[in-house]
């Protein structure tokens, strides 16, 4: 059995558990709100007495359907997909998205509450919990079975260097990731890498394939002539071998966004795109309305209060306004609570602020720690400077500086600065490590969604409750 072979037949098997847990599932959530005796009473009580379980029964087609299309969608099909924490974290996606799906479509047939939204909460808690166990099983199975040699797809590498040693240094780090590199197809004799043997020269490459039972070929495209990867694909028409290519613009890809389209038949490969555009980016712009004038409306009486005992304990205004740079190198005016003394920054100039630093006056302190220094940066929000969630916005003093020494700096700069970010959330905040505040701030621009920026805000909170700054 070959690679590919076992990649279907494991996918299959994780449909065919999906389906299977998903009914289990309904099955069991209307035993627990139903028949259990588990169900407090305030709950228990059901208009019409209890619903015969055929009815749920007919409810396993619907949300099998909306599972399995929601699953597909964020792409937990595929080969590669493994058990990892990411991966419960998109499952948790797939499940909530599913539960609203159900419940939409069951109003749209119905028109009422004909299924118990009890059991479709639990139902897709257990679908949640068994579909990842199950992924975990499947995984596990995989790596056992590669170690056995199945399903192990064999691997030469066509010409040697930097990203050749790359990928077999990842090999070797991952011994049943389901490839065995048999050895080289080097065109120059004396290949550094005594581990991996050579394998003859790419004029021979179909006989190599053949000798070798090789099915698959990676080149690296910046040793290898183009000339010499039209005669390897000529040359493997007739047999059955996946080929691929380490491209030569390996370096400017890096963040998985480069997609690769046809302009008149022209094939175009796109290194950067205009991140949160189009409909998703118009739904994050309401989302940064609603949110930003609701936090206004019911914290305005404690920013008030936050105000007042501003100005009554220390000289100088309650808000203070600093000039920050936000997305596309537009400047802005950022507000905030002043937590320092009044002439800090006339003093010190542009300068991070510090745990215990000595400008900062007893209020400030306070504010800062609880970050209800931040709140007047709704206003922010409401007038578009900045988002609710995005890279935190920098003082204009330092761009040019950090730009010049650190790598990609201005890539934050592609979005709208935010309230919070990925990098404050995972503990990036202040005077930390820059470069990687960057790399996290990067990694939230090239994966965004809403779901990443409700994460964010749930974590913010959290870390707001426990009092960490």
């Given at each position: 059995?070959?690679?590919?072979?076992?990649?279907?037949?494991?996918?299959?098997?994780?449909?065919?558990?999906?389906?299977?847990?998903?009914?289990?599932?309904?099955?069991?959530?209307?035993?627990?709100?139903?028949?259990?005796?588990?169900?407090?009473?305030?709950?228990?009580?059901?208009?019409?007495?209890?619903?015969?379980?055929?009815?749920?029964?007919?409810?396993?087609?619907?949300?099998?359907?909306?599972?399995?299309?929601?699953?597909?969608?964020?792409?937990?099909?595929?080969?590669?997909?493994?058990?990892?924490?990411?991966?419960?974290?998109?499952?948790?996606?797939?499940?909530?998205?599913?539960?609203?799906?159900?419940?939409?479509?069951?109003?749209?047939?119905?028109?009422?509450?004909?299924?118990?939204?009890?059991?479709?909460?639990?139902?897709?808690?257990?679908?949640?919990?068994?579909?990842?166990?199950?992924?975990?099983?499947?995984?596990?199975?995989?790596?056992?079975?590669?170690?056995?040699?199945?399903?192990?797809?064999?691997?030469?590498?066509?010409?040697?260097?930097?990203?050749?040693?790359?990928?077999?240094?990842?090999?070797?780090?991952?011994?049943?990731?389901?490839?065995?590199?048999?050895?080289?197809?080097?065109?120059?004799?004396?290949?550094?890498?005594?581990?991996?043997?050579?394998?003859?020269?790419?004029?021979?490459?179909?006989?190599?394939?053949?000798?070798?039972?090789?099915?698959?070929?990676?080149?690296?495209?910046?040793?290898?002539?183009?000339?010499?990867?039209?005669?390897?694909?000529?040359?493997?028409?007739?047999?059955?071998?996946?080929?691929?290519?380490?491209?030569?613009?390996?370096?400017?890809?890096?963040?998985?966004?480069?997609?690769?389209t046809f302009f008149q038949g022209i094939p175009v490969l796109?290194?950067?795109?205009?991140?949160?555009?189009?409909?998703?980016?118009?739904?994050?712009?309401?989302?940064?309305?609603?949110?930003?004038?609701?936090?206004?409306?019911?914290?305005?009486?404690?920013?008030?209060?936050?105000?007042?005992?501003?100005?009554?304990?220390?000289?100088?205004?309650?808000?203070?306004?600093?000039?920050?740079?936000?997305?596309?190198?537009?400047?802005?005016?950022?507000?905030?609570?002043?937590?320092?003394?009044?002439?800090?920054?006339?003093?010190?100039?542009?300068?991070?602020?510090?745990?215990?630093?000595?400008?900062?006056?007893?209020?400030?302190?306070?504010?800062?720690?609880?970050?209800?220094?931040?709140?007047?940066?709704?206003?922010?929000?409401?007038?578009?400077?900045?988002?609710?969630?995005?890279?935190?916005?920098?003082?204009?003093?330092?761009?040019?500086?950090?730009?010049?020494?650190?790598?990609?700096?201005?890539?934050?700069?592609r979005v709208k600065s935010g309230m919070t970010g990925w990098?404050?959330?995972?503990?990036?905040?202040?005077?930390?490590?820059?470069?990687?505040?960057?790399?996290?701030?990067?990694?939230?621009?090239?994966?965004?969604?809403?779901?990443?920026?409700?994460?964010?805000?749930?974590?913010?909170?959290?870390?707001?409750?426990?009092?960490?700054?």
């Open positions: 059995m070959n690679k590919k072979t076992l990649d279907h037949l494991l996918i299959a098997l994780t449909v065919l558990f999906d389906l299977c847990f998903v009914a289990t599932a309904i099955v069991v959530a209307y035993w627990v709100r139903f028949e259990s005796g588990w169900t407090p009473e305030a709950l228990a009580l059901h208009k019409g007495g209890t619903p015969p379980l055929d009815d749920y029964f007919r409810l396993i087609p619907l949300m099998a359907i909306i599972w399995l299309m929601t699953l597909k969608a964020l792409k937990l099909y595929r080969p590669e997909s493994s058990a990892t924490l990411s991966a419960f974290w998109t499952l948790c996606k797939a499940s909530g998205i599913a539960l609203i799906a159900t419940l939409a479509a069951l109003f749209f047939i119905y028109h009422h509450d004909a299924y118990s939204r009890w059991v479709m909460l639990l139902a897709s808690g257990f679908s949640l919990i068994w579909l990842f166990l199950g992924r975990l099983v499947l995984h596990r199975f995989r790596q056992a079975i590669h170690a056995q040699g199945v399903g192990v797809s064999r691997v030469a590498l066509i010409g040697y260097d930097a990203r050749a040693e790359q990928f077999i240094d990842v090999l070797k780090a991952r011994p049943n990731s389901g490839y065995e590199l048999v050895g080289i197809v080097a065109e120059t004799v004396g290949v550094d890498e005594p581990a991996v043997p050579s394998l003859g020269e790419s004029q021979y490459i179909l006989e190599i394939v053949q000798k070798h039972r090789l099915d698959t070929l990676f080149i690296s495209s910046p040793t290898v002539p183009n000339e010499t990867i039209l005669q390897i694909l000529h040359a493997c028409e007739g047999v059955p071998v996946q080929i691929n290519v380490f491209p030569e613009l390996s370096e400017f890809i890096k963040g998985g966004t480069e997609t690769i796109q290194l950067q795109e205009m991140p949160m555009q189009g409909v998703r980016g118009i739904v994050k712009r309401l989302m940064d309305i609603v949110f930003s004038l609701l936090a206004l409306i019911v914290l305005s009486p404690l920013m008030l209060t936050i105000a007042v005992i501003i100005r009554l304990t220390s000289p100088g205004k309650a808000i203070f306004r600093q000039e920050r740079v936000g997305r596309a190198g537009k400047p802005f005016n950022i507000y905030k609570f002043r937590s320092m003394r009044a002439d800090a920054e006339a003093k010190v100039g542009h300068v991070w602020a510090e745990t215990d630093d000595p400008r900062q006056t007893s209020l400030g302190k306070f504010l800062r720690r609880w970050s209800l220094d931040e709140l007047p940066q709704f206003f922010n929000v409401f007038k578009g400077d900045m988002s609710l969630v995005g890279p935190r916005p920098e003082m204009s003093g330092l761009i040019d500086t950090f730009s010049e020494s650190i790598p990609h700096y201005l890539a934050r700069q990098a404050q959330v995972n503990g990036l905040r202040g005077n930390t490590s820059l470069e990687e505040r960057i790399s996290y701030d990067r990694y939230y621009i090239e994966n965004w969604s809403l779901a990443l920026d409700i994460k964010i805000i749930l974590k913010t909170l959290w870390a707001i409750k426990k009092g960490s700054r």
